[in-house]
């Protein structure tokens, strides 16, 4: 059974830098087919893709979030990371890891194993 | 970016209800949406992928439909764990986006 599980700071202060990793089991994490992303939920608010990293190492990212975001995968630990610079109180948000899957049967599939989610508050 | 429009935002229900959640996509994206349930204070859940095809161990009750820039997501007969809120979500391209949800709830 494949299960993901963010961890990381619960509280960054204003300017500093949210780091989050998303620890991968029961599955391997450089099989192609997948790509690593973060999705993230403001309170309240609906559901934002921020970014997504393939097995080829092509990171693709919400422009919305400008230059300040970095995924990254470890496959040597079976994780993944998001680095967010300059963080503010908008960035406020419970942050999801998830894998996405692509199949040459099925196509893209989407978003079919996620983290539960963890709350990363923004504030001085 | 594409945006996604849902409607309703909201909808009250009873079980045993038809229900239906159109999204419409602001510029063709073929067939390249899916549908996700999330309920209160947890991850959301792949229901429906390639805007028709039902993700592995979803019920049979939810169904999906539509391509180019206009979708829906039916429930032929809602059931109590339905009552949560439902999102598209386009992956024709960069970025993907989000429709703003719809909540479904008690009638």
């Known amino acids: 059974q494949v299960q993901l599980q963010e961890s990381g700071p619960g509280l960054v202060k204003p300017s500093q830098t949210l780091s989050l990793t998303c620890t991968v089991s029961g599955d391997s994490i450089n099989k192609g087919g997948y790509y690593w992303s973060w999705i993230r939920q403001r309170p309240g608010k609906g559901l934002e893709w921020i970014g997504s990293?393939?097995?080829?190492?092509?990171?693709y990212y919400n422009p919305s979030l400008k230059s300040r975001i970095t995924v990254s995968v470890d496959t040597s630990k079976t994780q993944f990371s998001l680095t967010l610079n300059s963080v503010t109180a908008a960035d406020t948000a419970v942050y999801y890891c998830?894998?996405?899957?692509?199949?040459?049967?099925?196509?893209?599939?989407?978003?079919?194993?996620w983290g539960q989610g963890t709350l990363a508050t923004v504030s001085s | 970016a594409i945006q996604m429009t849902q409607s309703p935002s909201s909808l009250s229900a009873s079980v045993g209800d038809r229900v239906t959640i159109t999204c419409r996509a602001s510029?063709?994206?073929?067939?390249?949406l899916g549908w996700y349930q999330q309920k209160s204070g947890t991850a959301p859940k792949l229901l429906i992928y390639?805007?028709?095809n039902l993700q592995s161990g979803v019920p049979s009750r939810f169904s999906g439909s539509g391509s180019g820039t206009d979708f829906t997501l039916t429930i032929s007969s809602l059931q109590p764990e339905d009552f949560a809120t439902y999102y598209c979500?386009?992956?024709?391209?960069?970025?993907?986006?989000f429709g703003q949800g719809t909540q479904v709830e008690v009638k």
């Open positions: 510029q063709d994206i073929r067939n390249e």
């Open positions: 979500l386009q992956d024709f391209n960069y970025p993907w986006t």
């Open positions: 998830a894998r996405g899957s692509i199949t040459v049967v099925r196509g893209v599939v989407g978003f079919d194993y």
């Open positions: 990293i393939y097995y080829s190492g092509s990171a």
């Open positions: 390639a805007a028709s």
